[in-house]
């Protein structure tokens, strides 16, 4: 099972966050105690994170103004990689 966050790019752009550093910016001024970095929006993007803390899940709900399934989708189907020996 993997998690797809391919909605959170048109659920920032209707609340007005126009880019990945919007977000970051928007995310701190919300709850500056979260610990978030650029890099972790960049790999929710890429589809590289590995886990994805409820408190981050509840900020972006916030300064999105929707709800976390708006953007938040899992695959039950992900793409298969080899099994490095």
Not at 18 to 33: A, R, Y
Not at 64 to 75: E, K, L, M, Y
Request: neutral net charge; aromatic residues 8%; proline residues 9%.
């Amino acid at each position: 099972m993997a998690t797809n966050f391919s909605n959170l790019k048109k659920v920032m752009i209707n609340a007005g966050i126009l880019s990945q550093k919007d977000l970051v910016e928007k995310i701190n001024e919300f709850d500056p105690t979260i610990p978030l970095s650029k890099m972790t929006i960049s790999r929710m993007f890429r589809g590289k994170l590995k886990f994805l803390p409820v408190d981050l899940i509840y900020a972006i709900s916030k300064v999105t103004d929707s709800d976390p399934g708006d953007w938040i989708a899992v695959d039950d189907n992900p793409p298969q990689f080899p099994n490095p020996s």
